[in-house]
């Protein structure tokens, strides 16, 4: 399995096969992943409001701001093939297209298994 991983992830070694990897970030399923995913929203959603408020007097830090969200978003949530938002930020899921283009090996694992 290293040498599977180790394609996409380079260093992999025995361990990776010790975790979980790619997990559901739901409450039932994997509670820690879930409320660190909540934590995170609620606190960089905090960190981002105070700063536009703590840096609004001042237009650089504004200026800053504004052209780095609209590059996340961008590049995250509406480039090409994404439009018009991709939600894997959200469930974690993402399609059997984007899979395939973006996770090769996986996919190919997901269709000998007969899960695709």
Known sequence: ???TCGQCHPNARENILK???HVEATP???PGVYAVRVFYTVFIGAQVGFRCR???AQRTGTL???VLTLWHLYLV???PGRFPIDWSFWDGKISEKQLYEE???EYQR???KGIL
Do not use: F, Q, W, Y
């Open 64 to 66: 800053i701001l504004i």
């Open 110 to 112: 997901l269709k000998e």
């Open 1 to 3: 399995m290293p040498k």
């Open 103 to 105: 996770h090769p090996l």
């Open 28 to 30: 039932n399923v994997s």
């Open 19 to 21: 975790g979980a990897v």
């Open 54 to 56: 703590h840096r609004g």
């Open 77 to 79: 949530h509406l480039r």
